[in-house]
């Protein structure tokens, strides 16, 4: 029988190449065939063999290079022919990543997988700006919610967010007029805190706090950009002013 080539789904992480895994560098560094979304930085593209084939399979807001069903037959198809692939994504695949449909299509078409885990952007997030997501004295709850998605205003987010709880929305830049009004509506308290963190554990990263009737006017007075998060509770206002911030050193220059 035919050998049958192994799809990788491997979580490049938040941006800077120092928080890879040595599995998923490892991968990286010696695969053939990478296909990746328009979340991997080019730092971490930058650590492929020279004569690897990349394959950018950008997906943003308003334009789909690919269709998802397009993404996944084409990496069975590889599979298939003998290659290994690996599946580059932002963050964790498994973390609105669509890894699942992925591994899905694979199992469908007898295709073995391996899923390699990443740091998503919350806990790249959170680390970058010093932000608990978690803390003994104000929260032991934390979601993760997709801020753009099918029938936002129909989502129950109710208990998600509020005192001792910790809200990440993801996918919330565009959104956040409606995000802030969904809130308050469920009864959060205008003046909760809240901070957007845009380009994390980048070397352009921006941390941005605020409280919750001032999303909006936040996020355009700022311009804030694609990829951000809004985090909101209390433990947004304990976190340290971004001054006091020491970014991990980005392995940026050090690659070139
Ligand atoms: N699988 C990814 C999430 C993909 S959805 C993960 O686990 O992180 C894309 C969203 O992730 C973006 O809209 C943004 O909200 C968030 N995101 C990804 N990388 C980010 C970064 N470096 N800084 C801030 N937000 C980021």
Not at 57 to 79: C, F, G, M, W, Y
Not at 80 to 101: I, M, S, T, W
Request: with cysteine; net charge negative; proline share 6%.
């Amino acid at each position: 029988m035919a050998k049958v080539g192994t799809i990788y789904l491997v979580g490049a992480g938040p941006g800077d190449p120092e928080l890879l895994t040595l599995r998923a560098a490892r991968l990286i560094e010696g695969a053939g065939l990478i296909v990746h979304d328009g979340l991997v930085d080019p730092a971490i593209l930058a650590l492929a063999r020279p004569d690897a084939e990349l394959v950018s399979v950008a997906k943003s807001r308003a334009r789909h290079t690919l269709p998802q069903d397009r993404i996944n037959a084409l990496l069975v198809r590889e599979a298939l022919a003998g290659r290994d692939v690996v599946r580059l994504k932002g963050g964790d695949p498994l973390v609105f990543g669509r890894g699942g449909e992925e591994a899905e299509a694979a199992q469908a078409a007898g295709v073995p997988v391996e899923i390699v885990p990443g740091i998503s952007a919350a806990n790249g997030a959170a680390a970058a700006a010093q932000i608990a997501l978690t803390h003994r004295d104000a929260s032991s709850i934390v979601s993760f919610v997709a801020g753009q998605c099918k029938g936002l205003t129909e989502q129950d987010w109710s208990g998600l967010a509020g005192k001792g709880r910790t809200l990440v929305i993801y996918m919330g830049v565009k959104t956040a007029p409606l995000i802030a009004e969904k809130l308050m509506e469920d009864g959060l308290a205008p003046e909760t805190p809240l901070a957007v963190i845009e380009n994390a554990a980048r070397p352009q990263m921006r941390v941005l706090r605020g409280l919750l009737a001032g999303l909006p006017e936040l996020v355009s007075r700022e311009s804030v950009i694609s990829p951000a998060l809004i985090v909101i509770g209390e433990v947004t206002a304990r976190s340290p002013a971004d001054g006091d911030l020491a970014l991990t050193k980005i392995a940026l220059e050090a690659m070139q």
